[in-house]
């Protein structure tokens, strides 16, 4: 479900300024894996080993880190094909296939060694003039000083630019050996020219790191004219799921007006129906977006995303056996298995207060952390569960491990501290308890 947010820590980029605000939901991490299996093939990439992370952002953005693709919300809402998205991951696969991030921290840390040699030899300049009392050479070593970070950062950038251009290339590559149009990354950088031009902004191309729009546009337009699949286009099925993603988003960000905005041309549609469902809920109308729901699921029998945010609107209206079947529903059709919709699940289970659940709801729990050992949640639903089973140890020990996952050491520690005290000395269980404990000392 979108609703799940978290702040996490980010290593390098400056894209990502620190701190991102992570978004996870089933539906649209699987149609954004979807988008970039084939690139990352063609990239020469693992699917499996490159996460593509959601970021509550409005603005249109993608960037990478590690083996992460950071993709903004806003990024999804503007592109309205497809296309314009998988151009963006496929220019994103360039910058992981080239190892450009590697090869930056190398040029940053040569730019830092220019940076330091040149304020050396400018306070050398400086003290050499204070010795011979020759103010010319205190004015040129100043200078130097002055000099030697706008080098650094003008080469820094021109490096960045270079890259920028080289991944334009591999997306060009990745799109025609998959047999997709170049059209939609044409369609974004025009959007980012026309952005600049209508806010009469004068950019320094010596300033930036990405080249000109301009730039750019000219370079992808050759290569697209070139390509003999330069008109494919989107399937139906694929554009109608691109739109029921971005209905979520719209409905998540700006609520029922941000959806009527967004599909003005075609209220009537599917997509623009189930956004209107989903901001009915969020409004507090949750009874109403049920009806609205078990209209979508008439036409659209299995659609596990219709079914899973069935379950949660049912979990709002306290019908919690209710909720598990749909869920279970959700769970059946769903073809990416996804551990986000088993946690839920899980929880629906949990919520119901009937014993004979937990078992289940363990079941369901421990295969969503297996697979997303990151979802914190899940861990302390787990936990929960193993509480309602009578297995105190158990449920100490999970929240030891959901807590140490999530960095939260120190607390990670007590609990295992706890399960240590209640579970068989040399048993699994145990042995990761007093690993977590040891770790650190």
């Known amino acids: 479900m979108f609703a799940m947010l978290l702040a996490v820590s980010m290593s390098a980029p400056a894209h990502s300024q620190g701190r991102v605000a992570v978004v996870r939901d089933a539906e649209i991490e699987t149609l954004l894996k979807d988008y970039a299996k084939p690139v990352l093939q063609a990239a020469g990439l693992k699917a499996n080993r490159v996460e593509i992370v959601l970021v509550n952002d409005r603005s249109f953005n993608a960037f990478v880190d590690g083996q992460r693709i950071f993709m903004n919300t806003g990024a999804l809402m503007a592109a309205e094909v497809p296309n314009e998205i998988i151009g963006v991951l496929a220019h994103e696969a360039g910058h992981l296939a080239g190892g450009h991030q590697q090869r930056m921290r190398e040029q940053i840390a040569a730019a830092r060694t220019m940076?330091?040699?040149?304020?050396?030899?400018?306070?050398?300049?400086?003290?050499?003039?204070?010795?011979?009392?020759?103010?010319?050479?205190?004015?040129?070593?100043?200078?130097?000083?002055?000099?030697?970070?706008?080098?650094?950062?003008?080469?820094?950038?021109?490096?960045?630019?270079?890259?920028?251009?080289?991944?334009?290339?591999?997306?060009?590559?990745?799109?025609?050996?998959?047999?997709?149009?170049?059209?939609?990354?044409?369609?974004?950088?025009?959007?980012?020219?026309?952005?600049?031009?209508?806010?009469?902004?004068?950019?320094?191309?010596?300033?930036?790191?990405?080249?000109?729009?301009?730039?750019?546009?000219?370079?992808?337009?050759?290569?697209?004219?070139?390509?003999?699949?330069?008109?494919?286009?989107?399937?139906?099925?694929?554009?109608?799921?691109?739109?029921?993603?971005?209905?979520?988003?719209?409905?998540?960000?700006?609520?029922?007006?941000?959806?009527?905005?967004?599909?003005?041309?075609?209220?009537?549609?599917?997509?623009?129906?189930?956004?209107?469902?989903?901001?009915?809920?969020?409004?507090?109308?949750?009874?109403?977006s049920l009806t609205k729901l078990d209209a979508l699921i008439r036409e659209q029998p299995k659609n596990p995303y219709f079914h899973e945010f069935r379950g949660e609107v049912l979990l709002k209206l306290r019908r919690n056996d209710e909720a598990v079947k749909a869920f279970r529903n959700a769970v059946a059709l769903d073809p990416a298995k996804s551990p986000l919709i088993r946690a839920r699940l899980g929880f629906a289970l949990v919520t119901t207060g009937n014993p004979g659940n937990m078992g289940r709801a363990i079941d369901e729990l421990r295969a969503a952390v297996q697979a997303d050992p990151d979802n914190f949640n899940a861990y302390r639903t787990l936990s929960q569960a193993y509480g309602f089973a009578g297995d105190i140890a158990n449920a100490e020990l999970v929240m030891a491990e959901g807590n140490f996952r999530a960095g939260n050491t120190r607390e990670a520690k007590v609990f295992a501290a706890r399960a240590l005290q209640k579970l068989p000395k040399g048993s699994p269980g145990a042995i990761r308890a007093n690993d977590i404990l040891t770790i650190g000392n």
């Open 115 to 288: 940076t330091i040699v040149g304020g050396l030899l400018g306070a050398g300049a400086i003290a050499a003039g204070s010795i011979s009392g020759n103010s010319g050479s205190s004015r040129a070593g100043g200078a130097l000083i002055t000099a030697a970070p706008g080098l650094a950062q003008r080469n820094l950038l021109s490096y960045r630019r270079s890259e920028e251009m080289n991944a334009d290339q591999a997306a060009a590559r990745y799109l025609n050996a998959t047999g997709q149009s170049m059209q939609g990354m044409l369609t974004t950088f025009e959007r980012f020219s026309r952005s600049l031009s209508l806010a009469g902004v004068q950019v320094d191309q010596y300033q930036i790191s990405h080249p000109l729009p301009r730039e750019r546009i000219a370079l992808l337009e050759e290569l697209a004219r070139k390509s003999r699949h330069f008109d494919a286009r989107d399937p139906a099925h694929l554009i109608q799921r691109h739109n029921l993603a971005r209905a979520k988003i719209a409905a998540y960000s700006g609520g029922a007006q941000a959806v009527a905005r967004l599909f003005s041309d075609d209220r009537g549609s599917l997509a623009a129906r189930y956004g209107d469902a989903i901001a009915t809920d969020l409004s507090g109308s949750s009874a109403a």
